[in-house]
């Protein structure tokens, strides 16, 4: 057994601590694993106890790492996979830290994908196609995705596209049915569904009495800006 000589907390700022093992720098953990395992000055430790808590040590550094990301704003859990292992983290660590994070529920792609789709439609403008396509590049499940678009409000979307409508009628030039043709395809392009984008304009074309043939002749165009295909 071997002895605990010294334990220097580092000036560091970053809570770490270098323990001192018969005179030698032996170990750099995190304060968490100080108090875990009650190391002092005097106490002992066997071999396999030294490596069990420098494997555990940067297991809680890999875990600190990602709580300073989440604090920032939430994460999926593949966005934050990707960040640890840009950072260098191997995949066993970082597996065991996502299960901690999700145990402690400080990762949850439900709460995420509702979060992030409330986001998108209130503050971005974005419809639920887009949504759609943002959340599974976020690698959320397509049964996590299916149950958040549920639970958006389809009329808090058709406000959106409304009001993002008639900010964007004020803007477009020429004449009226090339501007309903240009507005229909930028609702479109920001993921709204044709049936939203239909309702919208015609809305805006009501509001602005604006001199336009029925509305139904464009909904028989073959719009070439829909780049969303509902899978």
Do not use: C
């Not at 260098?88 to 999700?102: A, K, N, S, T, Y």
């Not at 998108?120 to 590049?137: A, F, H, N, T, V």
């Amino acid at each position: 057994m071997s002895m605990i000589t010294m334990i220097k907390r580092r000036s560091t700022g970053d809570h770490l601590y270098d323990i001192y093992i018969d005179g030698r720098l032996e170990l750099s953990v995190h304060e968490d694993i100080i108090v875990k395992h009650q190391l002092s000055k005097g106490g002992r430790l066997s071999l396999d106890q030294i490596a069990s808590i420098r494997m555990e040590d940067q297991v809680q550094r890999v875990y600190q790492t990602a709580l300073k990301r989440i604090a920032r704003k939430p994460h999926s859990e593949m966005d934050l996979r990707i960040f640890l292992a840009g950072k260098g983290h191997p995949v066993e660590q970082i597996d065991q830290v996502m299960q901690i994070l999700r145990e402690r529920n400080y990762v949850n792609d439900e709460q995420f994908a509702l979060m992030w789709a409330q986001q998108r439609i209130e503050s971005d403008r974005k419809g639920r196609l887009w949504i759609k396509q943002e959340l599974r590049r976020k690698g959320i499940s397509d049964r996590i995705v299916r149950q958040a678009l549920e639970r958006m409000d389809e009329e808090e979307e058709y406000r959106s596209a409304l009001e993002l409508g008639m900010k964007r009628w004020g803007l477009l030039k020429g004449e009226d049915r090339k501007k309903w043709t240009k507005l229909m395809a930028y609702l479109l392009r920001r993921g709204y569904t044709s049936e939203t984008v239909f309702r919208a304009v015609e809305e805006i074309r009501r509001t602005a009495h604006a001199d336009l043939e029925d509305l139904n002749d464009l909904q028989a165009l073959d719009d070439p800006y829909e780049p969303w295909e509902d899978a």
